[in-house]
C-alpha cells in the first residue's frame, strides 16, 4: 500500500525536554491510523508535527526526517500553508469560528482565494454531506455555528476541513468531549472518510482504536512502544507495556 | 506538491514588520522620556551638589541667595505616601475581602459600580471636595490656625487609592484557586477562618501588589493634593502645611526660570527616580506571585 | 488669511488681557487672539523663545531679561493687603506688615485686632505678584509662609474663609469676598496708585523680543491695547493705565 | 450536631465580620457623600446659559461650552493616534512576538510608562512636544502626551481581550491553511473587539479625568474654536478648568457644576464599558 | 454491616436541572464504595452532598433525607463544620495549602481549637504515617507543600484529612491527575485505610473500582442505574446500560 507519511529517525524537543524519542513510522493511505498511549506521552505533539502546527510553539526544535508523499515537510523554507491546507486537523475540543455555519465552511476555501458565490456554495454544500451533517443544519446555514450541539459542531469542523479538499486529516481525540452518540456517529463518518481521505486519529478510548482503526501505533512516555495492525497490538501485543496499557493497569 | 516560500515580500511579512514596529515604539517613548528627564534634571544637580539637593532642609528658590534643599519634599512625599497607605490599606483591605467572597450577588451588583465610580472620579474632584470640606473641616476638629496639612493630604490621597486598592485585592482573592476554599471548608473551617486563613495569605503577594500600585499612585498624585496640602516648603508635620515632589514641581513650574527651573526638572528626576524603584518593586513581587 | 496673536504669561494679568483680549476680538474679526496664563517667568520665556507673540509679565524685567527683551509698561497694578471681612484691622503700616510677614508679630492683637494668630497666606516662588510684595514690604526670603498658593484668586478664596489669615493680591482682582485694608492710611485705588501714595505697587509688562519684527495681529493688539479706546477696560479690569513711552 | 463553635472561633469570626462591614460600609457612605454633595451643591448652577457660552471678561459671566468641546476634541485626537498604536502594539505582543527577550523588553517599557506619574508626562510633554517640536501649548500637544500616557491602558486591554480568544480559533485557521495576518483579520479581531471597544471607553474615562498631563501641554485657555483651530491653540479640559476655576479663580459654582458633569462622565464610562464587556463575555458563552 | 450513610428519596436541582433523581442507598461502614459513570451524570454532585459541600453554590435545592450514623445531615440547622470534620474530603486536584507541609497538616486541628505544640506534632507525624507519605517528607516538614510532586500532594490531602480524625472519606477521582505509580500508592494506601475509615470514591478507571472497591454504584444522567458487590457488578450486571458502559461503549 502507498505510504503517505514517513517518519525517519524523528525526535523532537520542547526546550530541553524531549518530548519524540527516535521515531520511525510510514503511515498508510486510505487508512485509518490510531495512536494511543497515556497522557502526555506525545500523541499530540507527534500528530501536530505532521502539519507542523508546532510551528505556533517557539521551543519547538526537531531533528531527522518526515516525508509527505516524498517531501520532506521539516524543511525550513516549506510553505506550510500549502502543507495545511493538504493535511488538515480536527482538533479535540470542537473549535468552530464565531460566525454562521455557512461561513465557517467557507473560511478555508476563502482563505484560498475562491470568491465565486456560486462556487462555494457548491463547496459548502457538498462539505456538509460528506461530513454527514447535512440535513441537520441546512434551514439554518447563516446562523451561528456556536449554536450547534457539541457533536454537530465536531462534524461541522469536519466538514470544514473537507473544504479545503484535504489528502489526510488527522484527529486529535475528536470524540472525548462528546456524549456517546454524536460519538458514535463520528465514528461511522470517520470509516466512511476512510474511502477518500488518509485519516490519523488520537483516541483514548481503546475500545475506539479497536472499532475504527486498521494500524495502531502506541506511545509511552515519548517513546513508539509497538506500532502494527489493530488486531495484532490488542490481541497478540508483543510488548508488556502495550500489555499492561490495553488491560487498562495505567493510564 | 508543496509550495517553497517565495522569496519577495508579501503581505504577512509586511504586517509582521508594521506589528514589530509599533511594539518597539513603546520602548523608544520610555527611552525618549527618559532621556529628556535627565538632560533637562541633571545640570541643576551638578549646580547645586547632590548631596545639598537631596538632604538639605530647605527651599528658598528665588531668595537672593537660592537654596534647593528637596528634603522636605522627598520627607513629604514618604510620610504622606506611608500615611495613605495605613488608612487606605486596612479601609481596601476589609472591603475587598468582604465584596469577593461574603456579601450577596445583590450587595456586590451595588457596591461594585459605586468602586468604579470611586475610581473613574478625577483626581481635581477629590481635590475640591477636600478643599471644600476636609480642609474647614480639620481646622475646626483639631483647633488649627488653617487647615491645609499633611492629614488633609493623606485623607485626599486615602480615598484616592481606595478604590484600586480595593479592585486589585479583589482580583487577588478571587483568583486563588477554589481548591484551597475547598480544602479548607472539607476540614471544617468556616468560612471566615477559610478566607483569612488560607485564602488571604494565599493572596497576599496580589495584595501587596495592589499596595505598591497604590504607592505609587500616591507618590505620583499632584493635583489633588496642591489644593489641600497648602504648599509651604516646610519639613512635613501631620498639621503643618507642606509641599509634595510632585506639587513642588507643579506649583513653581509656571513662574520659574534659570537655575529655579533647572531645579524643578531636577525634582521632576527625582520623583522619576522613586516611581522607577517602586515599579521594580511591583514587578519582583508580580515575579514571585507567578513562580507560586 | 486670518492673524493671531498669541500671549502667554502672568497670571495676576488674567482679567486685563482677558478683557482686552475679549474687546479686540470683538474689534477685528479676522484676528484669533489667545491667552496661555501660565506666569511671568514662563510667559518671558516663552517670548524669548517665540512661542508666543507676546509675553506677559507682572514684574519689570530683569537686567539679564532686558538685554534680549523689550519690555512695555502696560498698566499699574496695586498690590492689596487683604485680611478676612470679620477681621477688625483696618489699616496696617508697612511696617507692621513687614513684621507680620517675617514672622516677628504672630498674634493680631499687636496690631489692634482679636488675640488669634496670624496665618501668612503667600504666592509661590517666582510669583509677580509675590516678588513685588516682598521687595516693597523688604520681606524678601524671609516670609513664613503658613500657605504658598499658586494663584490670586486662591488666595483670595483662603484668606475669605480663615478669618486669621491675611494674604495679598493684585487689584485688578479685588472684591468684596476679602477686605483690603489700607496702607499707612491710603486705600489702593487708581488715583492713589497712579500718583504713588499708594506704595505697594507694581507694572504690567508686555514682553517682546528685541529686534524681532512683530507679527501684524500682534503690532494690531499693542497698539489697540494703548489706544484711548483701552483705557477704561483697562480701568474696568481694575488697573491703571499708563501712556506708552 | 447543633450549631456549636466554641467561643474563641466565635469571637474571632464576629470580630472579622464586623470589621468587614464596617470597612465597606465606610466605602460606601463615602461614596455616597461625594454624589450627594455634588449634585446638591450643583444642581441650582446648572443653566443652559452656563453650558452653552464661553467666559466673558466683559460682561463676567462664565461658561464651560469651550471646556466640553476641548475635552471632545482631545479625546478624539488621542483616540486616533492610540488607538492604532496600542492595538498594533498588542497585536505584536500576543500574535507575533516569539523572542522572550523583546517580548520582556517591551512589556518592561510598557510597565514603566504605566508607572510614570502624569505630572512627569506633563513636564516631558512640555519639552518634547511644545518645545522640541514647537507645537506650543496646544490641545494636540496635550492630545500627544495623552496618547503616551494611555498606551499601556490600550495595550493592557487589547491584550486581555485577545487572549480571551479561544486558542481553538486560531489553530483552526491555521489547520486550514490560513496566514497569521489573515487569521488575525478575519477571526481574532472580530472575536474581539468588543474587549478592545470597552478597553477604548476606559481609556477615554481617564484622559477626561486627567490633568496634571495636560496643565502644561494643551494648557487652560477658554476659547471657542473648531476642531482643527482649538488642536494648534492652547485649551482647558474640564478637569482643568476645573482646577483652575476652583483653585485659581475661587469661582465654586461653575466648579461645582464642572465637578457633576465629570461626576456624569464617569458614571456614563462605567456603564458603558460594564455593558460592551457583559456583552462580550457573552459573546464568549 | 453497620450503614454511615442511608440516602432515601434524594433529590437534587441546580436551578431547574434536576442533577440527581430519587437516589435511594445506604452506604456501608469501613468499606470502600465505589462510584461509577459517564461525565456529567451526578458523581461529584451527589459525593459532596455528603459533607453539604453543595451548600456553597447558591442555586442547589435538595428534597428527601440523608442519614448520617442516623442523624438527618439535610437539616438546614446543622452545623456543618462539624458534619465536615467527620466526614472528609479529597479532592481530584491534590490542592494543598500554599503553607509548609506541617502547617497543612496542622490546619485541621489547629482551627479546631488545639494549640499544644506536642500535641500537633504527635498529630501530624501520624497522620503522615497513616498517609504512607511521612518517610518521603520527614526531612523537610517546614518547607512547602507545593513543592511535592503530584501523588506526594495527594497523600498529603489525605494526610490533611486524617488530621482531623474522620469517620467517613470520600474521594473525587483522587487519581485521574496522577501517573501509574503514585496511583498505585494510592490505591495501596485506601485499601489499608477501609480498616478504620468507610472510604467513598469516585473514579472513571473501571479497573480501579474492580482493584480496590467492595460495593460499586453506576450512575448514568442522575439516576442511580445500578448499585451492588463490586463483582456482581463488573461481571453479571443487571443492567443493559452498565454492561454498555463497563464495556467501554461509551463515556
Ligand atoms: N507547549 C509545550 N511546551 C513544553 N512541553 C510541552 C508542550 N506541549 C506538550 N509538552 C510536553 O510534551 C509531552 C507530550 O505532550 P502531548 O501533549 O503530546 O501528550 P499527549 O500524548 O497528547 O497527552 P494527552 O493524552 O494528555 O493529550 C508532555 O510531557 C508535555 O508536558
Ligand atoms: N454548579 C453547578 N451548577 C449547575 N449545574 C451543575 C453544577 N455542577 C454540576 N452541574 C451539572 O450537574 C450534572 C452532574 O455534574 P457532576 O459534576 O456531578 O458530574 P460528574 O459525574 O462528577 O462528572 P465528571 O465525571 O465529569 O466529574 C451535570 O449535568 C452538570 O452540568
Ligand atoms: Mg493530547
Ligand atoms: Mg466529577
Known sequence: MAKVFQVKDFNLYYGDHRALIDINMDIDENAITALIGPSGCGKSTFIKTLNRMNDLIPSVRTTGSI???????????????????????????????????????????????????????????????????????????????????????????????????????????????????STSKIEDLVLELKQKYSIIIVTHNMQQAVRISDTTAFFLLGDLIEYGKTDQIFNTPKDKRTEDYISGRFG | MLKKQGTGINVEQIAHMVFLFLGIINVGFVLVICIYLVIAGLPAIKEIGLVDFLFGTKWASTAANPQFGILPFILTSIYGTAGAIIIGLPLGFFTAVYLAKFAPRPVYKFVSPLIDLLAGIPSVVYGFIGMLVLVPGIQVIFNLPDGSSLLASILVLAIMILPSIIKVSITAIQAVPEEYELGSLALGATEIETYYKVMVPAAKSGIAAAVVLGVGRAIGEAMAVMMVAGNAPNMPSLFESVRFLTTAVASEMSYSSGLQRDALFSIALVLFVFIMLINATLNLVLKHRGKN | AEMTVSTDGSTSMEKVIGSLGEAFSNKYDDVTFTYNPTGSGSGITAAQEGRCDIGLSSRALKADEAKTLDGTTLALDGIVVVVNPANKVNDLSIDQISKIFKGEVTSWKDVGGADTPIVLIGREAGSGTRDGFETITNTKDSCKYRQELTSTGDVMTVVSKNENAIGYISLASMNDKVKGVTVEGVAATEPTIADGTYKIQRPFVLVTKKGAQLSEGAQKFIDFAFSEEAKPILIKAGVVPVAKK | MQNNLPLRRKAYCGTMNFMMLLCTGITVALTFFLIIYIAVESIPHFSVKILTTKPSYLDDSIGVLPDILNTIYIIITTLVFVLPLGIGAAIYLTEYAKSKKLVGMIEYAIESLAGIPSIIYGLTGMLIFCQFFSLKTSLLSGALTLVIMNLPTIIRTVQESLKTVPQGYREGAFGLGAGKWHMIRTVVLPCCIDGIVTGCILATGRMIGESAALLFTAGFAHALNGFFDALTHSGATLTVALYVYAKEQGEFEVAFVIAAILLVLSFITNMSASYVGRRFQKSKG
Request: charged content about 30%; overall charge neutral; hydrophobic content about 40%.
Open chain 1, 67 to 181: 516525508l509527505y508523499r516524498n517531501e520532506e515537510i521539516l524543511d525550513k523554507n516549506l510553505d506550510v500553508t500549502s502543507l495545511r491546507r493538504q493535511v488538515g486537523m480536527v482538533f479535540q475540543k470542537p473549535n468552530p469560528f464565531p460566525m454562521s455555519i455557512y461561513d465557517n465552511i467557507a473560511y478555508g476555501p476563502r482563505t484560498h482565494g475562491i470568491k465565486s458565490k456560486a462556487k462555494l456554495d457548491e463547496i459548502v454544500e457538498k462539505s456538509l454531506i460528506d461530513a454527514a451533517i447535512f440535513d441537520e443544519v441546512k434551514d439554518r446555514l447563516k446562523t451561528s455555528a456556536l449554536g450547534l450541539s457539541g457533536g454537530q459542531q465536531q462534524r461541522l469542523c469536519i466538514a470544514r476541513a473537507l473544504a479545503v479538499k484535504p489528502d489526510v486529516l488527522l484527529m486529535d481525540e475528536p470524540t472525548s468531549a462528546l456524549d456517546p452518540i
